[in-house]
């Protein structure tokens, strides 16, 4: 497994864990411009 982490404002960061053969299959390096998509079925907010 590979932990990508995506730097969106400072400090806030997001976290992806995707397989390491992905990560190499998209040619990842430290630096990178990316996208990340966010797919999800269910949202909570807590307060």
Not at 1 to 8: C, P, Q, R, T
Not at 9 to 25: D, H, L, Q, W, Y
């Amino acid at each position: 497994m590979a932990n990508i982490k995506i730097e969106v404002s400072e400090p806030n960061v997001i976290t992806a864990v995707i397989t390491k053969e992905s990560a190499e299959k998209l040619g990842l390096a430290e630096g990178d411009d990316v996208t990340a998509i966010i797919k999800s079925t269910e949202v909570i907010i807590g307060k």
